[in-house]
């Protein structure tokens, strides 16, 4: 890839890490974008919870997995563990932090008496067991309540491809949509350079020129993603999109 975008330069020889580095800067924009590629979806991956010794009902912190981004389900999550086998997936719910701390830990917001906010407290007390909720925070997972034992959990979450440097010269990236990157990469080296010429050449690749039927690296990717989304699905009124 980097000889690629040499060659758009003027078959240019040099800039090889400053180039490289373009890339890495684009794939991790990408990967920070509010829609992400499947090829970057961790599917089913084996999240452990290990008990304290004694087993505690406080809530256990696990950290997040290597290069994670964000859940596969945003709103709901999908963290799960089967309780038998064989048998079902048990899905554990995903609570912000205060609603999982006032469910776990006995206060109630009752109602409002004028200016005063009425607090009941139910006085239970937890004890170790299953996870039944969970809190995904900055660097850790929160779980509710502490475990009772060693719990094999299942996890579905998109995580971060492999950088392109040193001697790693693929990545999903450029297995699954190479010109998106060459254009993005190289647009940016050209304005570094002050190359106008190279700046119109990688708009063009990036952007296309739909008078000559060419619709760019951009519009192929997010045309991908759109057909990945849909694929599949059966659309009728009134039913979920």
């Not at 979806?41 to 950290?63: G, H, R, Y």
């Not at 006995?106 to 809190?135: C, H, L, M, N």
Request: glycine share 8%; aromatic share 12%; charged share 20%.
């Amino acid at each position: 890839m980097v000889a690629r975008i040499q060659e758009k330069m003027g078959f240019r020889t040099t800039l090889t890490s400053n180039i490289q580095n373009a890339l890495n800067d684009e794939q991790d924009e990408l990967e920070n974008g509010a829609t992400l590629p499947w090829f970057l979806l961790q599917e089913d991956q084996p999240f452990v919870l290990t008990p304290t010794i004694p087993a505690s009902a406080s809530p256990l912190e696990v950290n997040l997995p290597a290069n994670f981004i964000c859940e596969s389900d945003l709103q709901d999550g999908n963290l799960r563990f089967q309780q038998t086998s064989p048998g079902p997936m048990v899905f554990i719910d995903k609570l912000d932090y205060r609603e999982a701390e006032q469910f776990f830990f006995g206060q109630r917001k009752v109602f409002w008496d004028g200016d005063a906010e009425i607090i009941s407290d139910s006085g239970t007390v937890p004890t170790p067991g299953a996870p039944k909720a969970y809190v995904l925070r900055k660097n850790t997972v929160r779980f509710y309540p502490g475990p009772d034992k060693v719990y094999n959990l299942l996890w579905s979450f998109y995580a971060h491809d492999v950088p392109l440097n040193g001697g790693n010269v693929t990545n999903q990236w450029s297995s699954n949509f190479p010109w998106l990157l060459i254009g993005r990469a190289g647009l940016k080296m050209c304005m570094s350079t002050r190359d106008q010429v190279g700046m119109t050449n990688f708009s063009l690749i990036l952007n296309g020129d739909t008078n000559n039927g060419f619709y760019g690296a951009q519009k192929a990717y997010l045309a991908a993603l759109y057909d990945r989304d849909v694929g599949g699905r059966s659309y009728h009124m009134g039913g979920r999109l």
